[in-house]
C-alpha cells in the first residue's frame, strides 16, 4: 500500500470495460472523420494511438467548424486534411449537416468521432451514418449532460465522476455507452483541474472504444 494516498486519488481510475491489456485490432485501418470545434486534445489522441500501433485506423479528416479552433493546427502539423465548414454560413442545421456529410463521404469516412464538437446533430447526420458516430462526453452519463458538465458534476457534491464514449443519437449526449472511464473529485478541485484529469481518461479511452465499437460490428474473424 503507498503511503501517498493524495496521489493515489488524484490518478485512481476505473475503466470499463477495460481492454487496456488486450488491444483489439481490425485487419483493415478504420477510416475516420474526426469532427472538433475547439482545443483538438482527443483529436491528438487519437493521432498518437494510431502512431504507436494501438488503434489500426486512418484518420481521413479533420472537420471543424470554428475558425479559431486550435484542433485545425494540430491537424496541418500532422499532415492530416483539414476542413472548415463553418455552420454560420448555413441556413439551418440540416443544410449543415448535408455539407456535412458530403465532406464525410468525400475523403471515404466510414466512423464519424465527435471530438469536442459542439454542435447539435440533425437526423440528417445520424441517418447518413447509422451507429457509426461516437462521441465523447466528460462525465458519467447519462449524469451530467450538455455542456456544462464538469461543472454541474463539481456543483451536484457527487465524488466520482468520468468521461463516457457512446454511440451518438438525436437525444444530446445520449445512445448506447462503449466505454466509462471514473474520475474522483477531490475537495480542492475547480472546474479546470477536474476537466484536466478527465481528459487524461478521455485520451486513454477514446481510442479504445473506437476499436471496441468497431469490432462489435465486425465479424470477429477481422480482428486480432
Ligand atoms: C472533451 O472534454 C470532450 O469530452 C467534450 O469536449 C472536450 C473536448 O476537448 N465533448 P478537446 O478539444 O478534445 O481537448
Redesign the pocket.
Known sequence: MSNNSATDTATTSLISPNISSNVFTPSTPLKLGIL?S??????EAVAQAIDSGQLNAQIQVLIYNNPEAK?AIRAKNRGVEAVLLNHRDYKNREKFDRQLIQTLQQYDVEWVIL??WMRLLTGVLIDAFPESII????SLLPSFKGIHAVEQALASGVKITG?TVHLACLEVDSGPIIMQAAVPILPDDTAETL?AR??IQ?HRILPQAIALAAKRRSPILNYS
Do not use: T, V, Y
Open positions: 472538433a475547439g482545443n483538438g486534445s482527443n483529436f484542433a471530438a469536442g462521441n465523447i462526453h466528460p468521461c476537466h478527465i481528459q478521455e
